[in-house]
């Protein structure tokens, strides 16, 4: 599973992720740091990867579109270093990488990780 980390997430994150394995990049480091979060939804949709994001107008977005791909995850934690923020995606991909897979929207508190299939609503 790829994943690709939206602006306002620490850049460094991506270094803990493919540390460990898990393909990752930084928005910012592939020159889309402006691009619109449509942008960004239909970027990830053709590289088949899943948006890590705190923004929630993504959720939002699939809502409206009724799609099914691509995942998104919503970290509704701020101020996370890069190896806290990896720890947590990590924890995430254990729990729901079958879900993630198949098209998903997962929010993430510091209590509870939610999930919730695509399209949202069916």
């Given amino acids: ?22 393909m990752a990049e930084h928005v910012g480091d592939m020159g889309m740091a402006k691009a ?4 960004i939804l239909s970027f990830a949709w053709r590289q088949q990867a899943t948006v890590i994001t705190l923004d929630a107008d993504f959720h939002h977005l ?16 701020e101020g996370l270093k890069g190896d806290q923020l990896a720890a947590i995606l990590i924890q995430v991909l254990a729990t729901a990488s ?15 990780i939610r ?8």
Wanted: no cysteine; aromatic share 0%.
């Fill in 98 to 112: 079958a879900e993630l897979t198949a098209g998903a929207v997962v929010s993430v508190t510091q209590k509870r």
């Fill in 36 to 39: 619109t979060d449509d942008a």
């Fill in 62 to 77: 699939l809502a409206a579109s009724r799609a099914t791909s691509p995942s998104v995850v919503r970290v509704r934690i």
């Fill in 1 to 22: 599973m790829k994943l690709i980390l939206d602006q306002g997430l620490p850049r460094s994150t991506v270094m803990h992720l493919v540390r460990a394995g898990i």
């Fill in 115 to 122: 999930v919730r299939s695509l399209p949202i609503g069916r």
